[in-house]
């Protein structure tokens, strides 16, 4: 089976899901989208660019709420004990994620990722 993306693309296709080194592919495939190829990179380029901005985003929302909730008497100490157990789940969610998308990438699958790929969109 024929690939849908050139060989030489391969490092592009892994970048595309690697967090901020998505703007690698997306920057250089976009000019050449022409080639059904490179578009291939291209859209899993702004896919992986959506998804690291998402899970930024949610990183930092996360981050804020324990900070200002964390002054709190007794309520900052609660959610600092439950913020222990949530960003390990929160990191190996993200991490199954990206994993997953490499695995439809290289098995030449365009994969909508949920919710992620409207924001994608708007990167085109």
């Known amino acids: 089976m024929e690939k849908p993306y050139h060989e030489s693309d391969s490092i592009f296709v892994f970048l ?46 996360f981050a804020m709420v324990d900070l200002i909730i964390g002054w709190i008497p007794f309520v900052g100490w609660a959610l600092s004990l439950i913020s222990c157990c949530v960003w390990p789940v929160f990191l190996l969610l993200i991490i199954a994620a990206h994993v997953l998308c490499w695995i439809k990438a ?3 699958q365009k994969w909508p990722f949920p919710g992620v790929s409207k924001i994608a969109e708007m990167f085109g």
């Open 106 to 108: 290289f098995g030449g």
């Open 16 to 61: 595309a899901y690697f967090g901020i080194f998505s703007l690698i592919p997306f920057f250089m495939t976009r000019d050449q989208r022409s080639d059904p190829q490179k578009e291939y990179v291209y859209w899993h380029a702004r896919q992986g660019l959506a998804l690291a901005v998402c899970v930024t985003v949610l990183a930092m929302g």
